[in-house]
């Protein structure tokens, strides 16, 4: 989803004036494995040094627009090693040496959003323009675009903390053009973005792109009976079931380019060879990313209730993420809440070949082990709406007017149908 006009606008930091006062974090763990110090780009956050804060932020002022600073933090020394751990677990994942490298940016254009697909034969890293934030003029006036990026350029600025300018940034031209592209996958050697449509007559869809030029597209699915979905946000193909689901989300008509809400919200999947297409899931208020735990027995859904697009914000509706196991009939059990992220609302969700999840949220990434505690963050102190893993070792963050390449120990969990 797009990211919030609440959520774009709060790089103000909030000083919790007391917490500040608190002194310095506790002493550093030691990293587990024999040989390390504490890499470079991280550091500890000791959760037991705000568990009772002198002075927690008023209920008047807290309207979810400021970050938190851990006593002894501010924003420019959570920035400065953007590696956070949180939990002993998160040093397998960010390993003895992680980067984090913003290698574009805009002013104001958030180029930078979602469906970030990594296309291995090219090594070659897609994403999207944000549809529905006003600042990209994208919607209902033209549609958003596709751009992409090559990894080896990135891979070569590793070492610097800032490289705009040294990796070029490149406009695909989608033919015909995907419609509002928002969540997008590898599948059968070509990308399945999921379109969100545009006003009242053109449907959100899914559509098939060829990675390489020319670009050509086919749209696979663009109703549901003859129906309209709302707007489709994101997609996910299981490991091994053969079928992709997806999810279908009001967010085009809460940010003004789709008429009107004439379907439920919903988790869908559908069937490539028979074309069977059904809702598996309505749990959640606002289905949003989706992905699959690596050996596909758990689905996991973030739900971001909480955010209503240009209505604004309800922090008492979900900003969490939901799992439900994947029965063997590719059917979906009962939900279950898996966490509540503490700042902003998850959006884009991955996991890695260890199961870990990872979502972007208000300040970056939040990792999460599959008991759903928090052990790291891969911060970047701005809205994440979403990233991708390129295979092992390397990952690209969007945060709508900056683009991150981060590298670390941790592997995306395979890509289906690559
Ligand atoms: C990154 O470098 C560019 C080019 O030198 C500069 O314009 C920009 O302000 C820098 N950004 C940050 C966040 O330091
Ligand atoms: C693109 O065109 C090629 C050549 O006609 C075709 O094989 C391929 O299926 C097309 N891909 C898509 C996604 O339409």
């Not at 994208?138 to 610097?160: F, M, N, P, V, Y």
């Not at 809460?254 to 004439?262: G, M, P, T």
């Not at 959640?284 to 996991?300: A, M």
Request: with cysteine.
């Amino acid at each position: 989803m797009p990211p919030p006009t609440w959520l774009t606008s709060i790089l103000a930091p909030c000083v919790l004036g007391a917490a500040l006062l608190a002194g310095p974090l506790s002493k550093a763990r030691e990293p587990p494995l024999a040989g390390w110090d504490l890499p470079a780009q991280a550091q500890v956050i000791d959760q037991r040094a705000f568990n009772a804060l002198e002075r927690v932020e008023s209920q008047e002022a807290f309207d979810g627009s400021s970050l938190f600073y851990p006593p002894g933090t501010d924003a420019s020394s959570l920035k400065a090693r953007p590696y956070h751990v949180y939990h002993d677990d998160f040093y397998a994942v960010i390993g003895p040496e992680p980067t984090l490298t913003l290698i574009a940016a805009t002013e104001t254009d958030p180029l930078f959003h979602e469906a970030v697909v990594w296309y291995p034969p090219t090594d070659e890293v897609f994403f999207v323009q944000n549809a529905g934030a006003r600042a990209a003029g994208t919607g209902l006036a033209k549609s958003a675009i596709i751009q992409k990026i090559d990894l080896a350029q990135a891979d070569a600025a590793k070492h610097k903390a800032n490289a705009t300018g040294e990796v070029d940034v490149r406009v695909v031209p989608s033919q015909p053009q995907v419609i509002n592209p928002n969540g997008g996958t590898n599948w059968r050697g070509q990308i399945v973005f999921a379109g969100e449509g545009q006003g009242a007559d053109v449907p959100s869809a899914l559509y098939a792109m060829n990675p390489v030029a020319p670009y050509n597209t086919t749209v696979l699915v663009n109703n549901f009976f003859g129906r309209q979905f709302s707007s489709l946000n994101d997609v996910a193909v299981h490991p091994s079931n053969g079928w992709i689901y997806f999810t279908d989300v009001d967010y085009g008509h809460l940010q003004d380019f789709r008429a009107k809400v004439n379907i439920r919200r919903q988790v869908y999947r559908w069937h490539p060879d028979t074309g069977v297409i059904q809702a598996v899931a309505d749990y959640t208020l606002r289905p949003n990313g989706l992905t699959f735990s690596p050996d596909g027995k758990w689905l996991y859904v973030t739900d971001t209730g909480a955010a209503q697009g240009f209505t604004g914000v309800d922090w008492s509706a979900p900003a969490s993420i939901y799992r439900l196991p994947v029965n063997d009939d590719g059917t979906l059990g009962p939900n279950e809440l898996f966490t509540y992220v503490h700042v902003g609302v998850p959006d884009g969700v991955h996991c890695d070949t260890k199961g870990n999840v990872y979502s972007g949220v208000g300040d970056g990434l939040h990792v999460w082990n599959p008991a759903g505690t928090l052990i790291g963050k891969i911060y970047t102190g701005a809205v994440a709406a979403n990233f991708q893993f390129a295979g092992k070792g390397r990952i690209v963050i969007c945060c709508e007017t900056e683009l991150y390449y981060g590298t670390l120990a941790a592997e995306g969990a395979h890509i289906t149908d690559l």
